[in-house]
């Protein structure tokens, strides 16, 4: 079966610093990925995703994320941190059944 | 604006109640789904439905009901058998027939039981 792992439920970072949100997924034909981001008491919002080809995919907010097949990998980055980043990310795999499935989620907290 | 609207955005219920929770969208989606979102565990599918008149069951089915009669519509039933039903509920909806379409999330409902 098709699954995610995001390592760390929290991950805290100083305004202007870099963000690495790690996603392992695990498929035994090639995924489709996707990150998206949670502020309080709201929806989930497309960040970005990956289907085939360019394995940097870059999405919206500044974020960008890497598809290693080799590391069975997907993690997100943002060169520097805002405030406005603090919400909680989710990685999501597409089962092939029109279904998503999403990891336990990491709660960014950004510090001034 | 296309989207999807749920309704209410916070709902309580006494022990033993029926409750419904409402699902529209407007961007000609043919899939549905249904998560509930506990803290720390991340999204888990209740139920999802690709076509009008028909559902599946997803991870979590127990002491929840739908119906599919509309498009553009999925209500979601929290019977009584739901033993912890305190949580948040999020529909989502979705093109069909394409791997790679991104599924688009309406803004919850935050169910507590008093």
């Known amino acids: 079966a098709q699954s995610v792992t995001q390592l760390g439920s929290h991950v805290s970072v100083s305004e202007g610093a870099l963000v690495l949100l790690r996603c392992n997924y695990s498929?035994?034909?090639?995924?489709?990925l996707f990150w998206y981001v949670q502020y309080p008491n709201q929806g989930l919002q497309l960040l970005l995703k990956?289907?085939?080809?360019?394995?940097l995919v870059k999405g919206i907010n500044g974020f960008e994320a890497e598809f290693k097949k080799s590391e069975t990998s997907f993690h997100l980055t943002k060169p520097s941190a805002h405030m406005s980043d603090a919400a909680e990310y989710f990685c999501a795999v597409n089962t092939g059944f029109q279904k998503l499935v999403f990891g336990t989620g990491t709660r960014l907290l950004v510090s001034p | 604006d296309g989207g999807i609207t749920q309704s209410p955005k916070y709902l309580f219920r006494k022990e033993g109640q029926n409750v419904t929770l409402s699902c529209e969208q407007n961007l000609n989606h043919d899939a549905m789904y249904w998560y509930r979102q506990d803290p720390g565990q991340g999204l888990r599918l209740i139920y999802y439905?690709?076509?009008?008149?028909?559902?599946q069951k997803g991870d979590i089915a127990e002491g929840y009901s739908v119906s599919r009669e509309k498009k553009e519509s999925f209500p979601l039933t929290v019977t009584s058998a739901q033993k912890n039903p305190t949580a948040f509920y999020l529909c989502?909806?979705?093109?069909?027939?394409?791997?790679?379409?991104?599924?688009?999330f309406g803004q919850g409902t935050r169910l507590t039981v008093v």
């Open positions: 990956y289907t085939t080809g360019a394995t």
């Open positions: 989502a909806s979705s093109n069909q027939g394409a791997l790679a379409t991104e599924a688009f």
């Open positions: 498929s035994s034909v090639p995924p489709y």
């Open positions: 439905s690709q076509i009008v008149n028909d559902f």
